[in-house]
């Protein structure tokens, strides 16, 4: 606090009292706190946010989200690794009147981490990069990681989207949990979107994007950044 207070804070959120010059708001549970602020300036601020997960690939493929829809607009995305349940209200609380676009990376170490982040959040969008055995100690088996990382589509929008990918093993849980499916959903056989003639090399990706029967061209510098598309 004391810290805080000499880079010029205004005011801390607190759970005991502390002597101090800045003004102090005391409550009982300062984590529960910071992710109903969190929540609050996201449903205020309202910009179209895309979540998304997954065992690996995470940060590449948020970054490369947040560089395309930065050509659009002002966009917020998640610094460094600050993906878990802290750092994701913490992430949001960096909105801005400004940005357009928010897309937030959300990682898990524990079964019931993904659905309380997602609660926060509430996603237009939502997608799963893959699931691998990773975190087994907190998830036992693999089986168990595929059910953590689908709850994000559980607090997708009701005019929310929910982006799967056709070829991962759990594709039907998944597609399960997204709410969206009745007794008159058919499985598809072909995915709306491919990407094809995929060329990898130490300095950029480039891919075929067939999305709808519509052709176009991507590519990407290592790194994920100054994505475009053609």
Request: charged share 20%; net charge negative.
């Amino acid at each position: 606090i004391i810290d805080a207070e000499q880079r010029g804070t205004r005011a801390v959120i607190v759970e005991r009292p502390f002597d101090c010059n800045i003004q102090l708001f005391q409550v009982n549970d300062c984590w529960k706190v910071m992710a109903e602020l969190a929540t609050e300036l996201r449903t205020e601020l309202n910009p179209l946010v895309v979540a998304l997960t997954g065992s690996c690939g995470k940060k590449t493929t948020r970054t490369m989200i947040a560089n395309i829809l930065g050509n659009r607009g002002q966009t917020l995305q998640n610094k460094d690794n600050l993906n878990n349940t802290l750092g994701v209200p913490l992430t949001l609380l960096q909105l801005k009147a400004q940005d357009e676009f928010a897309v937030i990376e959300m990682g898990t170490n524990a079964p019931g981490e993904i659905a309380y982040s997602t609660s926060i959040v509430r996603p237009d969008v939502a997608l799963i990069t893959n699931v691998g055995p990773v975190h087994l100690q907190g998830f036992g088996t693999q089986e168990q990681v595929a059910h953590e990382k689908g709850q994000i589509f559980k607090g997708v929008s009701d005019n929310g989207c929910a982006v799967l990918n056709l070829d991962d093993q759990y594709y039907d849980s998944e597609a399960d949990l997204t709410g969206l499916l009745d007794d008159n959903y058919e499985p598809i056989s072909a995915a709306h979107f491919n990407a094809t003639l995929i060329n990898i090399t130490c300095l950029d990706t480039a891919c075929n994007w067939d999305a709808n029967a519509t052709d176009s061209c991507m590519y990407w510098p290592s790194g994920g950044k100054d994505c475009g598309a053609a």
